[in-house]
């Protein structure tokens, strides 16, 4: 899907390309573990955690949402790629292509009728990230958006396939002034494990 905010936002504030997705072999020589909790700091790097590799490549605010008063949305970008030859991984949103097509976001108009309703529905639907703010919860919503080499083209999915490689595209609202984020994800493949994902508003992108 060609309307969403992050997707422009996040391709193009975050300099983030198809180079980048040299990650799928860049990630295999640095460190595995199959540990049941895994803390990830940005730029960090994960070549197989329960067939899951991970890049936090950035965090960045999104430029281009409308304002929120006393808050601001942040992204986080993930790179990933799934070890797996057979298993298909389910991460975010399951329906998130209803969602875009319930709140479109192809106009200036459309944005900003629609950028609240569509952040909340992708935020209910995102059960397998917790994120904590200054020590508060806070709303994210999450999905993959998969690489496609043949159309050099990114599109959105639910699921990582096997073999497959992409990104992690979470959306986060957080208050203006806030200094630490933590992103727990639990995923629906693995039984009892989590990945955390440590960053602090000192990591924000500049790009």
């Keep these: 899907m060609s309307n969403k905010i992050s997707r422009r936002s996040f391709l193009k504030v975050s300099g983030a390309s198809a180079l980048a997705l040299g990650a799928a ?3 295999g020589g640095c460190q595995s573990s199959s540990s049941n909790s895994v803390e990830v700091k940005v730029g960090d790097k994960i070549s197989n955690w329960n067939n899951l590799a991970v890049q936090l490549t950035s965090v960045f605010t999104l430029a281009d949402a409308p304002d929120v008063p006393g808050s601001k949305y942040v992204a986080i970008l993930v790179t990933a790629v799934n070890r797996s030859k057979t298993d298909t991984m389910a991460i975010g949103a399951q329906n998130v292509l209803e969602i875009d097509a319930a709140y479109p976001l192809n106009t200036e ?30 709303e994210a919503g999450a999905y993959v958006a998969l690489y496609d ?25 957080v208050p203006a002034d806030w200094q630490q984020m933590t992103v727990t994800y639990t995923p629906t493949f693995v039984s009892g494990k989590t990945l955390t994902f440590s960053m602090s508003a000192s990591d924000l992108s500049n790009s």
Aim: proline share 7%; with cysteine.
């Design 25 to 27: 072999s860049m990630l």
């Design 109 to 138: 108009e459309l944005k900003a009728a629609n950028t609240a309703p569509y952040f909340h529905a992708l935020s209910a639907s995102t059960t397998d990230f917790a994120v904590t703010v200054d020590g508060q919860t806070a």
């Design 149 to 173: 080499s043949a159309t050099e083209t990114f599109n959105d999915s639910p699921n990582l396939p096997p073999q497959g490689s992409g990104y992690i595209e979470l959306v986060c609202m």
